[in-house]
């Protein structure tokens, strides 16, 4: 694993966004597929999955702003600006149809870009977008102690106070009970928030659960309108998002694809790879689905 980590490292590109170094890596050939990470870690939870979709996709994923490898300034965060930078990273690549994959803080991202291509602002050539657990739906997300205090006055404790081994409890937390990750992985998700003292821009990055309750209708309204052409892979354990989250997209979007998994919690690409991996693969293949 840490052999993986380290080809991982050496395989990231970088492109300048508004004057930051972005981290991105690019595989595979077909139809173009966005990955976009979740917080508070980075395009590294992709790679569980990352052979088994690249094999008929071009995958492309960067370290959003504040993440990873990528600059992390000492403010700017919302939603909206790593949005941009989404669509700045396939402009420079030159891709204009592609499909994405979003998960945890991406759904967010997601959800714009669903929102502007409703407005007709930009993301024109975005076609199907599949979700993963994520704050949806801002009344369904129950959020960690450690973000509750992360958005609160005190919220730059978080990154004085986090270490390690705080990390890897409060973490393992969001996991179902028979996938927990190993000291080893724990490890590498932790060296990678770490990394440039990431770690003390966490209450910086927590933002986004503001964005979320601030353009809910916008947001939300992306999604009715995105039946079609939308999906939700959803682990039922997790306790930020889990399955009472899966029941209210089932309620509100009942003409878009779901599927529940029962054993895993917060992180459904990590937790049971195989299984997302081929219901994302099913799911792109098959197309958009008429609407009802």
Known sequence: MIRDMLAWREDARHFDFQGHQIAYWVGGSGKPLLLVHGFPTC??????????????????????????????????YSIHRQADLQEALLGHLGIKEFDALVHDYGVSVGQELLARQLGGES??????????NGGIFPDQHRPRPIQKLGI??????????????????????????????????LDIFWEFIAHNRGNRITHKLLH???????????????????????????GALDPVSGKHAYDRWREVLPAA????????????????????????????ARGVTPAA
Not at 53 to 62: D, K, M, S, T
Not at 154 to 183: A, C, D, H, I, W
Not at 258 to 277: F, K, N, S
């Open 43 to 76: 395009a590294w939870d992709w790679t569980p999955i990352w052979r088994q979709l690249e094999a008929g996709h071009r995958l492309i994923a960067c370290d959003m702003l504040g993440f990873g490898l990528s600059s992390k300034p000492r403010s700017g």
């Open 123 to 132: 993301a024109a050539g975005l076609n199907q977008c599949i979700f993963l």
């Open 152 to 185: 609160s006055p005190l919220g730059f404790l978080v990154g004085l106070l986090m270490s390690r081994k705080s990390f890897g409890t409060s973490f393992s937390e969001v996991f179902g009970p028979y996938t927990q990750p190993s000291e080893a992985e």
């Open 208 to 234: 986004y659960i503001g964005d979320r309750v601030t353009h809910k209708t916008r947001w939300e309204a992306a999604l009715v309108n995105a039946q079609e052409k939308i999906g939700l892979i959803n």
């Open 257 to 284: 694809r779901h599927h529940l998994i029962a054993t895993v919690g917060h992180y459904p690409q990590v937790e049971a790879p195989a299984e997302v991996g081929s219901k994302v693969l099913e799911w792109l």
